[in-house]
């Protein structure tokens, strides 16, 4: 099956310092990726989103990388904030399902 | 974004018993659902995919006996866990696509089952 996979399972930064969250993934047809932010005991909510023919896109505080070469991706937060403490998961489309990988818990610290 | 419901969104029952959630989709029409598990500290699995008025698609390793599944309209679909165990206790989230793009998936708040 498919295999999206994160290499830090946890991760604390200062606020306001910028947050580098990294995604692997094994399956070269995914050619659409989403990052998802989930609080305590909540559903995932969309961040940011990018096709396989993107190499980077930007939105508000975020910006997510990708490189189909060796396969990875990751997340930027800038400014990083309190409200940022969640758990992040980056999800490749395959075929008309997304996989998930394992996550990262990002903790900021005041 | 368009709005996914998921009902209870915590449900406490005994071993033995069998538990609906429920997932509704609350401003489009949802022909696709997907239902997902999720472990404390652990990512979310696929379990089954279903279209309006079909048989539900099941992950490798997920029983169908075990989870019924129906999507029996365009804004529904049921996740029935039968006889629940304390290993069935999990985080269930649903998710939903109208007849839009694949990559838009909305979804669900959870459903948080405890199996005593």
């Known amino acids: 099956g498919e295999s999206v996979g994160l290499h830090l399972p946890t991760l604390s930064v200062q606020e306001g310092d910028n947050s580098i969250i990294n995604c692997a993934y094994s399956?070269?047809?995914?050619?659409?990726f989403i990052w998802y932010k989930q609080e305590s005991g909540k559903g995932p909510q969309f961040i940011i989103d990018?096709?396989?023919?993107?190499d980077k896109r930007q939105g508000q505080r975020v910006t997510v990388l990708l490189n189909k070469t060796v396969k990875h991706l990751s997340l930027q937060i800038a400014a990083t904030q309190p409200g940022d403490s969640a758990v992040y998961f980056c999800?490749?489309?395959?075929?008309?399902?997304?996989?998930f990988g394992t996550g990262t818990s990002l903790t900021v610290i005041p | 974004g368009a709005v996914v419901s998921q009902h209870p969104s915590w449900v406490i029952c005994k071993s033995g018993t069998s538990v609906k959630i429920e997932c509704r989709s609350l401003?489009?029409?949802?022909?696709?659902m997907f239902w997902y598990r999720q472990f404390p500290k652990q990512s979310l699995m696929l379990m089954a995919t279903?279209?309006?008025?079909?048989?539900?698609?099941?992950e490798q390793g997920v029983e169908k006996d075990k989870f019924l599944i129906n999507h029996a309209s365009l804004t529904l679909s049921t996740l029935t866990v039968t006889s629940a165990h304390p290993e069935d206790s999990s985080f269930y989230i649903c998710?939903?696509?109208?007849?839009?793009?694949?990559?838009?998936?909305?979804f669900g708040p959870g459903t948080r089952l405890t199996v005593l």
């Open positions: 998710s939903a696509r109208g007849r839009g793009p694949v990559n838009e998936q909305f």
């Open positions: 399956n070269s047809a995914s050619d659409y």
């Open positions: 990018i096709r396989s023919n993107m």
């Open positions: 999800a490749g489309l395959t075929g008309n399902q997304f996989y």
């Open positions: 401003d489009f029409q949802a022909t696709t």
């Open positions: 279903s279209n309006e008025g079909s048989k539900a698609t099941y």
